[in-house]
């Protein structure tokens, strides 16, 4: 059965910083994973999709990784700013009609 | 820029009693999910829908719980008989092609008294 780790489950920073958030999943067997944005009591913006046969994907300060035979992605953000404060959330399509399987989140806070 | 729209934003109703949860997904969409998310937990599947049918439900999807899409834009999911365990934040999603990017709604948070 898939499950998905995320480490840390919190992280406080000051502005500026660079950051990694780190997820890990069981299975390897999947067919894509996706890393979500969600504000408090919001729903959930899709930020990045990796497919399984890349390596990585961008979008402005993000990037994002995947190593699948480690079962591993990381979220890398560049320069931290206040309003990237929010948790984010890894989700990995893993057997069947693409269903996403959850991490838990890392709550991220920035600080001016 | 197209979105998946849901209603009600917040639904209160009496244990025992039925509602229905309301979706629009992103209209030239083909695969539909619901998923949950209980206060402080992590984001669950319940079902994915396909071609006029259920292709996928968890454990979670019994006998109370149906989908439907009644039109050519609508997405429902029907509780029949609500618990107090029920109340949570309920998500639509849709995707256009299998195992791209599936977008979300803004949910509807469900609370079952």
């Known amino acids: 059965k898939q499950e998905v780790t995320q480490i840390p489950a919190a992280l406080s920073v000051p502005e500026g910083e660079n950051l990694v958030l780190n997820c890990s999943f069981t299975?390897?067997?999947?067919?894509?994973l996706q890393w979500f944005r969600q504000d408090p009591g919001k729903g959930l913006t899709s930020l990045l999709l990796?497919?399984?046969?890349?390596r990585e994907q961008t979008s402005g300060r993000l990037n994002a990784s995947l190593d699948k035979s480690s079962g591993r992605s990381t979220l890398y953000i560049a320069a931290s700013q206040p309003g990237d404060s929010a948790t984010y959330l890894c989700?990995?399509?893993?057997?069947?009609?693409?269903?996403?399987?959850f991490g838990a989140g890392t709550r991220l806070a920035v600080h001016p | 820029e197209p979105e998946v729209t849901q209603t009600p934003s917040h639904q209160v109703t009496q244990m025992g009693q039925e509602v229905i949860l309301r979706c629009v997904p992103i209209?030239?969409?083909?695969?539909f999910y619901w998923y949950r998310q209980i206060l402080g937990q992590k984001v669950e599947f319940l079902v994915s829908?396909?071609?006029?049918?259920?292709?996928?439900k968890s454990e979670i999807f019994d006998d109370q719980f149906s989908v439907e899409r009644p039109d050519g834009s609508n997405f429902t999911l029907k509780i029949r008989s609500t618990k107090l365990e029920d109340s949570a934040m309920y998500f639509c999603?849709?995707?256009?092609?299998?195992?791209?990017?599936?977008?979300f709604g803004p949910g509807t948070r469900l609370t079952v008294l």
């Open positions: 989700a990995v399509a893993s057997g069947g009609y693409n269903k996403l399987i």
């Open positions: 299975d390897s067997a999947i067919y894509n």
């Open positions: 990796i497919q399984s046969s890349q």
């Open positions: 209209s030239n969409h083909l695969y």
């Open positions: 829908f396909y071609n006029n049918e259920i292709s996928e």
């Open positions: 999603a849709s995707n256009g092609v299998l195992y791209n990017e599936q977008f």
